[in-house]
Structure formats: C-alpha cells, structure tokens
C-alpha cells in the first residue's frame, strides 16, 4: 500500500472524530471527488452500523479459543524443556559409562604382576625351585630326572649345573 492511503485513513479517523481542520478537509473532499470508489469506501466505513460492528468485533473475545491457543503453545514448550532436560541427562549417563569403561579397560589390560616368593639360599648349599607355566613347582635339587616336558611341548633340559630350553619364537613361517 502506498503512503497516501495511509494519509486518507489518518483523514477519515479525523473525520469520525471531529479533529479534521479546514486543509485536511480540503485534502478529504478533493479525495472523496476524485472516484466513486472512493466514495463508496467513505460512506462504508462512516456510516453508523459498521462502527458499531467493529466495536462489537473488539470486545467480542473468544475466551476458549484463546486459552486452548495458549495451553497448546505451553505444552509444546514444557515439552522441549523435557527434552532438553532428558538429553541433558542422557549425555551425562552415557559420559559416565563410556569413562568407566575406558578406565575398566585400562585395569584390565595391564599385566598383573604375581608376586614370587624369594627363598635365602646360603652359601654352600644347592637350593634352586623352577616354577612352570603350569602353576607347578619343581625343586632342582631333589629332582632326579634330566629332561622335563612343558604342556606346549616344550623340553627344558635339567643338569646339575643349569637349565635349558629352546628360544620361543613369536613368529609362524607362512609356508606357500
């Protein structure tokens, strides 16, 4: 719309309400000549029952709707505000549960070192214990065989003197 329609409507509110000086009068007339659109409008909004329907149309208020337009929108807001809150929560739990489980897997990863058992040897006696994979405890020194088999296979050769056993390799030669 364009700023002299703004100016007539602002010339026929004076108009309705006795303000209009003899210039802005001038302007209303020369408005009001110009079409018989124009005049038709004048006669349409002055004219004494469409004033009173636009009073009626005002203090009418549709009191049902507007509360049921009002708890609408704060239901739609109390239900983002739960949202918000529970993905709140969510992303705390799961914080705690994924650096739980990082510091669980940490625990678990890390060797646990048995502690072993130290015997006094002194001086002039033989006294020598093998422990094996196996959890078994073997005393050298009252051990009368020379050879002794490992569950893997492994042989670990006894003498009086020392121990021995082949290298464990960690490595499988892939063969073509």
């Known amino acids: 719309m364009d700023d002299g329609f703004f100016d007539i409507v602002e010339l026929v509110s004076k108009y309705m309400t006795g ?11 020369n408005w009001l000549s110009l079409s018989e659109d124009n005049r038709k409008w004048f006669h349409e909004v002055t004219e004494k029952e469409f004033i009173y329907r636009k009073r009626q ?6 009191v049902k709707g507007g509360w049921k337009a009002l708890s609408r929108k704060r ?35 890390r060797e646990e070192i048995i502690p072993v058992e130290s015997a006094e040897i002194l001086p002039g006696t033989s006294r020598a214990i093998l422990y094996m994979a196996n959890g078994s405890i073997i005393d050298l020194a009252n051990h009368d ?10 042989i670990i050769g006894l003498d009086g003197e020392s121990i021995t056993y082949p290298k464990i390799r960690n490595y499988h030669p892939i063969h073509d």
């Open 19 to 29: 303000e209009l000086t003899g210039a802005e009068r001038e302007s209303l007339d």
């Open 57 to 62: 149309e005002l203090k009418s208020i549709d």
């Open 145 to 154: 065989r020379d050879s002794l088999r490992e569950l893997d296979g492994t």
């Open 75 to 109: 239901a739609k807001e109390n239900r983002r505000r739960l949202g918000i809150r529970a993905l709140k929560y969510a992303c705390v739990f799961i914080l705690l549960v994924v650096s739980s489980m990082y510091f669980l897997m940490q625990r678990v990863d």
